[in-house]
T-cell receptor, first 112, second 114 residues
């Protein structure tokens, strides 16, 4: 399967701490995207990083991509209770022009 | 702007019944998608429509049909529901087809097949 795998499956931290989630994949990609899903809601796009990029920032989010290790990480700094959600990576694989492949997600709980 | 809307929010079906899930977007997007989400798994693509008038199979199309009614609307039909189709269904859209841009998701339809 080309599916990305997030690690850990669940993460619980205190408000103000940083949260790091990882995504690994198996075949070469064009880009990798991170999405957030609040309980009972649809997914919301957070950030896209292209295969020729190594790091990208958006507000409190920092994404890194290591194509040699076929892995990416999402760092949320100074977490807030409102960051509690599931986070998914989605990979756009080379040769698959139209489909994103989603991982199974990391459930992040930020405790107040 | 409502974004992507889906109806119904929740549905219970008996095995063998049929139903249509509705999806509409008001962002003038060309491409639309149907996914299913099962516990412990990521989203899996059922069907997509790159542009009005075209539809293509995704990863798990068996047991489903779709219609791209117009640019705004993309429906998913279950002709004869099975318990294995119990899932949460998400519709999404993007400006253009392809994977180089983000997708915008609806709130989902929770379907229970007894």
């Amino acid at each position: 399967s080309q599916q990305g795998e997030e690690d850990p499956q669940a993460l619980s931290i205190q408000e103000g701490e940083n949260a790091t989630m990882n995504c690994s994949y198996k075949t070469s990609i064009n880009n990798l995207q991170w999405y957030r899903q609040n309980s009972g809601r649809g997914l919301v796009h957070l950030i896209l990083i292209r295969s020729n990029e190594r790091e990208k920032h958006s507000g409190r989010l920092r994404v890194t991509l290591d194509t040699s290790k076929k892995s990416s990480s999402l760092l949320i700094t100074a977490s807030r209770a409102a960051d509690t959600a599931s986070y998914f990576c989605a990979t756009a694989h080379s040769g698959s022009a139209r489909q994103l492949t989603f991982g199974s997600g990391t459930q992040l709980t930020v405790l107040p | 702007n409502a974004g992507v809307t889906q109806t119904p929010k929740f549905q219970v079906l008996k095995t063998g019944q049929s139903m249509t899930l509705q999806c509409a977007q008001d962002m003038n997007h060309n491409s639309m998608y149907w996914y299913r989400q099962d516990p412990g798994m990521g989203l899996r693509l059922i069907y997509y429509s790159a542009s009005e008038g075209t539809t293509d199979k995704g990863e798990v199309p068996n047991g489903y049909n779709v219609s791209r009614l117009n640019k705004r609307e993309f429906s998913l039909r279950l002709e004869s529901a099975a318990p294995s189709q119990t899932s949460v269904y998400f519709c999404a859209s993007s400006v253009r087809p392809g994977t180089k841009m983000s997708q915008y998701f609806g709130p989902g339809t929770r379907l229970l097949v007894l």
